[in-house]
């Protein structure tokens, strides 16, 4: 059964703090790994990353792939009131049977 | 461009009765996957389909079904609703279906009574 656990599961920070999320993963066949903020209902796509693309930035948003330790971080860096929201961690497994395992994702609220 | 868009938005249906739910890819995309959404869980895998065929199925009872039409929209399809259906269900479209980005719709919310 293919297993991603995201921690925290819940995270309250100021305005301007740095925060990093985590995600391991236990997925046969990997593919790839996605990152995705959800506020309201359409998780936004963030990253993917591969193995040939182990490292990703966007903005005060980065994120790195760690294939030997079966996991990922996500950092955001001098966070903002609109960062508030569900990170959710999610791998493509391939194969015969393509499928996309979430975790419960991180609820990350931003105090001013 | 027009992202990938679902209807209906909410439904609400009777213990028993059945329901389909659309979804419309970005334009291009030629694979969908289907996902249940139960509050305070990160989404579930349901089916993908990619060129009209599946290429992956989750762990679902049979009265869950899905189809993909020539124009890549997709149908899911559920018989026999119980209570526990009740939940936000979500379609993402991806350029193919070999593992790469997936961007996902508003969703339905399904509310079974």
């Known amino acids: ?112 | 461009d027009a992202g990938v868009t679902q209807s209906p938005t909410h439904l609400i249906k009777t213990r028993g009765q059945h329901v389909t739910l659309r979804c419309s890819p970005i334009s291009g995309h030629k694979s969908v996957s289907w996902y249940q959404q139960v509050l305070g869980q990160g989404p579930q895998f349901i089916f993908q389909y990619y060129e009209k065929e599946e290429r992956g199925r989750g762990n679902f009872p049979d009265r869950f079904s899905a189809r993909q039409f020539p124009n890549y929209s997709s149908e899911l399809n559920v018989n026999a609703l119980l209570l526990g259906d009740s939940a936000l269900y979500l379609c993402a479209s991806s350029l193919t279906g070999l593992a790469t980005e997936a961007f996902f719709g508003q969703g339905t919310r399904l509310t079974v009574v």
């Open chain 1, 1 to 112: 059964e293919d297993k991603v656990v995201q921690s925290p599961l819940s995270l309250v920070v100021h305005e301007g703090d740095t925060v990093t999320l985590n995600c391991s993963y236990e997925v046969t066949n990997f593919r790839s790994l996605l990152w995705y903020k959800q506020e309201k209902k359409a998780p936004t796509f963030l990253f993917m990353l591969t193995s040939s693309g182990i490292e990703k930035k966007s903005g005060r948003l980065s994120s790195i792939l760690d294939k030997k330790e079966l996991s990922s971080i996500l950092n955001i860096t001098a966070t903002q009131t609109g960062d508030s929201a569900i990170y959710l961690c999610a791998v493509w497994r391939g194969g015969s049977n393509y499928k996309l395992t979430f975790g419960k994702g991180t609820l990350l609220t931003v105090n001013p």
